[in-house]
């Protein structure tokens, strides 16, 4: 009997993800198919090409024709790759969840490819997952279906370290399947750097640019043989995406009824959704002013604006970069954007529209010589604006090559440069979480000395969690009951004591979730006198018994009794 030759692996106690039988099915079905490598590569860009057409998932579209690459390596030559996977962590910049969009691509090139052996999108289940997990060999992994096993974190309740365990065990009982985990509420790597043995590739479903919504609005217009003036784009694209998607079915709708294509001849008889024009019409300091909360936040940021122009009137204008510390969703990148505006209004800075967001990998490169032109691009696209980046700190996360070259100490090294060369009209804002943030700039005295201005975003209360969510609800013209009030208070109360609590973020994905659930309970009770607009106590209570929060104490400091 021949000896087995995966038992010589490192990790002898997975069966590796490529078997030998698996590899015999996938040369079957190719057989079948007839499908060439010309043909096939055709095939996947056509695939690839959907994400073209979704704002936020196209950078994705390179990852995946990397992953194809690398499966024709791996089924053409004999690589000597310790444990081979195609498992993804997804993470979420973005308000919108556009997950499915990019999962169902995934699993076409997947299955199209013969990584995966059917096209199946698999979540999982909190309870299902659970039950397996504490069974663990006796668990039935092994009787699921084949497909892409999907998990959320936020679903399932999980954190990076408690899952580990739990995927040793589902990665050895199901050596056939592909894992994508999606997380929007951990910081940037920490999944990869927890899982990395086991998920070599990661996506990003990115924040939705002005640039983005102005070709979704074009490419909108012109497929439904509309013409428009560059003017209207610019305007329509100053709106939130989801107030855009309606304020262009108000458009096609009255071009048609009027028989109409050319949309200037119809736009002011065009009533459009509320909170559309009136917000462009505000200054960036009544902005300011109508956020929630962010007392000492708006405080100091009107204490900057008129340092700024006093010194402006001494022909004494200082570097107008900043630093903002604080926890998810404290509204660090919107205060960002409003600082944008104020600073153009004040002639501070050249163009308003001009907010460019970055991240890790927005400015360092892979190999050799990539990083400074990455990082001089975004300086360059930022001019006579904003560059905004979040989680700063990671830059300072130095990872050597094997040749010893730092590519974080690059980037940084560039950056400067363009902090220094451009202050006059460039605001470099840099943000995280504070200690993190801290201590890069405590280990960096080049970036410590070129920012000016340093901002802390506290965490809201509950109170004003509670303001938040009954903000969104009177924008998209909902009612809330008067018994609601307590339950979320007292919600929020709770799931603040959880490290990973992301703030307004966490409430926007409990509003997305409670509205699904207002419209099922209107649905199933079909009574012709129920309020539509109106979300009961009911509809929150399903949302916050299924997110099961868990509580973790913050470590204290000193000796208890």
């Known amino acids: 009997m021949l000896e087995n030759p995966y038992k010589k692996k490192k990790f002898e106690k997975f069966v590796p993800f490529v078997e030998v039988e698996k590899r015999r099915q996938r040369k079957e079905r190719k057989a079948y198919m007839k499908i060439s490598e010309e043909l096939l590569d055709e095939e996947n860009e056509k695939i690839l090409s959907k994400l073209d057409d979704t704002i936020g998932l196209s950078k994705n579209k ?5 992953i194809v690459n690398y ?7 004999e690589c000597n790759i310790e444990f081979e996977n195609y498992n993804i962590v997804i993470r979420n910049n973005s308000s919108y969840t556009l997950y499915e969009k990019l999962i169902s691509v995934i699993a076409e090139i997947y299955y199209k490819n013969g990584i995966i052996l ?3 999108v698999l979540y999982f ?6 039950y397996n997990a504490r069974r663990k060999e006796k668990s039935n992994y092994k009787d699921i279906k084949e497909g892409l096993i999907v998990l959320d974190l936020e679903e399932l309740g999980r954190t990076p370290k408690g899952l580990k365990e739990e995927i040793d065990v589902m990665i050895e009982q199901m050596p056939n399947k592909a894992f994508i985990i999606l997380e929007n509420e951990f910081r940037e790597g920490e999944v990869n750097a927890i899982l990395t043995e086991y998920f070599s590739w990661s996506m990003k479903i990115d924040v939705i640019s002005n640039g983005e919504k102005e070709l979704y609005i074009k490419k909108f217009m012109d497929s439904n043989g509309l013409t428009y003036e560059e003017k209207i784009v610019k305007e329509l694209s100053d709106n939130p995406y989801y107030l855009i998607k309606n304020k262009l079915i108000n458009i096609l709708v009255n071009c048609k009824m009027n028989n109409e294509k050319n949309i200037m001849k119809i736009l002011k008889n065009v009533e459009m959704p509320e909170n559309g024009k009136e917000n462009t019409q505000k200054t960036g300091m009544q902005e300011l002013d109508e956020l929630i909360g962010l007392n000492e936040v708006k405080e100091q940021i009107k204490k900057v604006v008129s340092f700024v122009k006093a010194s402006k009137k001494r022909n004494n204008i200082p570097m107008l970069h900043m630093c903002f510390n604080g926890n998810p969703g404290t509204g660090k990148t919107t205060v960002a954007r409003i600082v944008g505006k104020i600073f153009a209004e004040e002639q501070i800075l050249s163009d308003k529209k001009v907010f460019v967001e970055a991240q890790r990998c927005d400015l360092i490169g892979k190999y050799v010589g990539h990083t400074a032109p990455m990082t001089q691009r975004m300086i360059e696209k930022s001019l006579g604006g904003i560059l905004f980046i979040d989680e700063a700190y990671s830059l300072a996360s130095y990872i050597q090559d094997e040749g010893g070259r730092d590519y974080g100490a690059e980037c940084i090294a ?15 804002i840099l943000a995280g979480y504070t200690n993190e943030m801290q201590h890069m700039l405590g280990v960096n005295p080049g970036l410590e000395s070129r920012i000016q201005f340093t901002i802390e975003f506290p965490d809201y209360s509950s109170e004003e969690l509670y303001t938040i969510f009954k903000d969104l609800c009177t924008k998209e013209k909902y009612k809330v009951s008067n018994n609601v009030k307590a339950f979320l208070i007292e919600h929020f109360n709770k799931a603040k004591q959880n490290k990973n609590f992301s703030n307004a973020r966490y409430v926007r994905n409990l509003y997305e979730k409670v509205k699904i659930e207002q419209a099922y309970r209107i649905n199933i009770n079909a009574n012709e006198n129920e309020n539509v607009n109106l979300i009961k106590k009911c509809d929150i209570e399903k949302v916050v018994y299924s997110l099961k929060i868990t509580c973790e104490e913050k470590p204290q400091i000193g000796f208890s009794a």
């Open 71 to 77: 499966h024709k390596v791996m089924r053409q030559y």
């Open 118 to 120: 059917e096209p199946n």
């Open 414 to 428: 560039t950056l400067l440069k363009g902090m220094e060369d451009h202050r006059d009209n460039l605001c470099v």
């Open 62 to 66: 390179a990852i995946l024709r990397d």
């Open 125 to 130: 289940n909190p309870d299902e997952f659970r």
